[in-house]
């Protein structure tokens, strides 16, 4: 078949899978006929139009010379990389252009892919490694812009590709801790991309507070993550060797990078939050669990005030009534749903009642709610009635302090407050260590703390301390008083030092209250 014949009978074909590479144009600056249309088919703007210039001058041929012209091409395609697209000219090889199913795959899954694929997590290195893409080819990915430009270029190019670079690039992904985007594309194994909810809350509804108070550089963080291989080298590698080493700069990397990845590696994003002592910043994302112990108080004289067996058979319709929202919790029941919190279970030993707060304006409602004690009044309201034989007299709700103080993130005045006061107090705050040891900071805090040039170690105590609960705020006040810093810390707290100084012995004068 002449070249003018087989090139028309597979235009769509030819149009779909040949790469006009550069590697490839420059080859066919040797080809007769072909060589004086090149510097016109380079000029055109996209793939597809230098494909479709570059089929329309081979249609063009004249017959004396098409055998030539077929075997410059067959000749060019082969030492380009693209054995699959000479096979269609003159079958030499086991080649063929990826198949229609694979393609379609490919285009109907790219707005997806684009958003999870990380070409740059040892992707491109490993379809380079297996000859899936060339060197070229993955310069070429690297040179768009933004982890989306970037995959979409990966997968355009693949297209291209013959059809066994479709097995080859599953491979490159499972391979490279991606097989969440094996997923979307298969719909086989276990791995699962990270839920759309999650990314909004990660790149748009939540960025500006998780790139401020997520404490990525003191807190033995990122070592957390790679230990439980949500992040490789090459996570970590991008994270740390971000030109600004600030936490700023660290923090909006490492949550674009989490985006791409799997559910599960998200739950391990969490866990290594609460594992360096960043449970304000979970709450944020994923809300909070608070445990409540029901004391159950009896009739004096009766088992010493307790009855087991009634405890027993408490906690059992306790359970019941949650569950299936019975008459008896129901008022209850609405009031925490209409404010994000809910029962999570009810369990056993001393009777614990768990209760989720979906946001931080959940907790906070739900610890007025529990101050308050109309928490408590309602558990006796719907509870009490029904073993009042039994010799119940009330029930006592008993939640720690410290489940909320963990959970509750620095407040932008006390923030503020901290950071706003830095230049002033680099000369007159002591970073002794009797003053850190009043701090309840881990290892890796104190270290970078200790570490830090004299002249950046007030810098480095703000930014750590303004990226903890608001708890650390009132604890950081009180070592400077006790450590007689008494006008730094009316700078910060914007009380007069005489003021401060009044509060702390009226302080040391009733060390109880």
């Not at 097989?179 to 699962?192: D, K, Q």
């Not at 992040?231 to 936490?247: A, L, W």
């Not at 449970?279 to 009855?307: F, M, N, P, Q, W």
Request: a negative charge; charged letters at 25%.
């Amino acid at each position: 078949m002449t070249l003018k014949q087989t090139t028309e009978d597979n235009f769509p074909s030819l149009l779909r899978c040949m790469d006009p590479s550069n590697d490839l144009l420059g080859r066919l600056r040797s080809v007769t006929f072909v060589k004086d249309r090149i510097p016109f088919i380079s000029q055109q703007h996209t793939d597809d139009e230098k494909i479709n210039a570059l089929l329309n001058v081979l249609c063009e041929v004249p017959d004396d010379i098409q055998e030539t012209v077929m075997n410059g091409l067959i000749s060019a395609l082969r030492l380009s990389g693209q054995d699959h697209v000479a096979d269609i000219f003159r079958r030499e090889s086991e080649k063929v252009p990826m198949s229609d199913a694979h393609y379609r795959t490919l285009m109907m899954k790219i707005d997806q892919l684009r958003e999870f694929i990380d070409p740059e997590n040892g992707l491109l290195d490993k379809l380079v490694s297996t000859e899936v893409i060339s060197l070229t080819d993955a310069q070429y990915v690297r040179a768009m812009t933004g982890y989306n430009g970037k995959a979409r270029k990966l997968i355009e190019m693949l297209t291209r590709k013959s059809d066994d670079a479709f097995d080859g690039f599953i491979d490159a992904l499972n391979h490279t801790g991606q097989s969440h985007v094996t997923y979307i594309l298969t719909g086989e194994g276990n791995s699962r991309p990270l839920k759309e909810e999650h990314r909004r809350r990660l790149l748009t509804s939540k960025r500006e507070y998780l790139v401020n108070t997520t404490d990525s550089k003191s807190s033995g963080f990122i070592t957390a993550l790679m230990k439980k291989g949500v992040f490789s080298t090459d996570d970590q590698q991008r994270v740390i060797g971000v030109r600004s080493d600030t936490d700023y700069a660290r923090n909006e990397i490492t949550l674009d990078l989490i985006a791409r990845k799997s559910q599960s590696d998200f739950f391990n994003f969490i866990s290594a939050l609460n594992d360096t002592g960043q449970k304000h910043v979970v709450v944020e994302l994923v809300g909070a669990d608070v445990v409540a112990k029901i004391e159950t108080v009896y009739e004096s004289g009766v088992d010493g005030g307790r009855i087991p067996e009634v405890d027993a058979e408490l906690l059992e319709y306790m359970r019941e009534m949650f569950q299936r929202n019975g008459n008896v919790v129901r008022p209850l029941n609405e009031h925490l749903s209409s404010n994000g919190v809910s029962v999570a279970g009810v369990r056993e030993g001393c009777i614990e009642v768990t209760f989720t707060c979906e946001s931080v304006e959940s907790l906070r409602h739900f610890r007025e709610f529990s101050d308050s004690k109309k928490l408590e009044q309602m558990l006796n309201e719907a509870f009490c009635p029904q073993f009042v034989n039994k010799g119940l007299k009330s029930l006592k709700l008993v939640i720690s302090n410290e489940q909320f103080d963990q959970c509750i993130s620095m407040t932008s005045d006390h923030r503020n407050a901290l950071l706003s006061s830095e230049e002033w107090l680099v000369d007159k705050m002591k970073v002794a260590e009797v003053f850190l040891d009043k701090l309840s900071l881990c290892k890796q805090r104190r270290q970078a703390i200790e570490r830090a040039a004299p002249e950046q170690q007030v810098k480095t105590l703000l930014n750590i301390v303004s990226r903890r609960p608001d708890s650390a705020f009132e604890q950081f006040l009180n070592a400077l008083k006790d450590t007689a810093q008494h006008e730094v810390a009316a700078i910060i707290s914007g009380e007069s030092e005489q003021q401060v100084l009044s509060m702390s012995r009226l302080s040391l004068q009733n060390p109880g209250k």
